[in-house]
T-cell receptor
Framework: DAKTTQPPSMDCAEGRAANLPCNHS???????VYWYRQIHSQGPQYIIH???NNETNEMASLIITEDRKSSTLILPHATLRDTAVYYC????????????FGAGTTVTVRA | KAGVTQTPRYLIKTRGQQVTLSCSPI?????VSWYQQTPGQGLQFLFE?????QRNKGNFPGRFSGRQFSNSRSEMNVSTLELGDSALYLC??????WGGGRNTEAFFGQGTRLTVV
């Protein structure tokens, strides 16, 4: 399975954009990048996913580099409720039958 | 649209007992996956059910089992509980089977917090 590397933690000021990096240098051509977040003691929340192109939805934007070896999740205007553990997951192709969660990045949004 | 519902939210059991957890997926979703989350091991895949069939299984002992009903609701059973089974058990609902060759998203419930004493 392709692996991801994320910083263990990062701080962000409320109202500012939060840029969460993820390295997936061994990613293959048919592998998707997924982002989830988990607020303490709740179930993981789906944020966004993508293959090659940049993606945007009501929660966030996903920027994938042209070589697909890294990506950045952007929360455009962070709020205190965005404090959570963020997981970057590479799904190893369409036959990968599970999500493989790593340690994630603990994001703390400060007022 | 209702989300994924897991019941009960909290459970305390004694070693050696068995437990059954329930998961109701999002309406129209036919895949239910189960995960165990502990502080030491993180989130780990247990198994996936699609159309009442177990499609995939993670590396857990046979004490962990499950089933899925015709309405896509799923139950997970753990027999002969051990202290190490204390964890947050999460189920995830998807439109398609994860191993079915399609891209899909998984939506998680709030989990059942199981404490074994």
């Amino acid at each position: 399975d392709a692996k991801t590397t994320q910083p263990p933690s990062m701080d962000c000021a409320e109202g500012r954009a939060a840029n969460l990096p993820c390295n997936h240098s061994t990613i293959s051509g048919n592998e998707y990048v997924y982002w989830y977040r988990q607020i303490h003691s709740q179930g993981p929340q789906y944020i966004i996913h993508g293959l090659k192109n940049n993606e945007t939805n009501e929660m966030a934007s996903l920027i994938i580099t042209e070589d697909r070896k890294s990506s950045t999740l952007i929360l455009p205007h962070a709020t205190l409720r965005d404090t959570a553990v963020y997981y970057c997951i590479v799904r190893a192709g369409s036959n990968d039958y599970k999500l493989s969660f790593g340690a994630g990045t603990t994001v703390t949004v400060r007022a | 649209k209702a989300g994924v519902t897991q019941t009960p939210r909290y459970l305390i059991k004694t070693r050696g007992q068995q437990v059954t957890l329930s998961c109701s997926p999002i309406s129209g979703h036919r895949s239910v996956s189960w995960y165990q989350q502990t502080p030491g091991q993180g989130l780990q895949f247990l198994f996936e059910y699609f159309s009442e069939t177990q499609r995939n299984k993670g590396n857990f002992p046979g004490r962990f089992s499950g089933r899925q009903f015709s309405n896509s609701r799923s139950e997970m059973n753990v027999s002969t509980l051990e202290l190490g089974d204390s964890a947050l058990y999460l189920c995830a609902s998807s439109l398609y089977s994860w191993g079915g060759g399609r891209n899909t998203e998984a939506f998680f419930g709030q989990g059942t917090r199981l404490t074994v004493v």
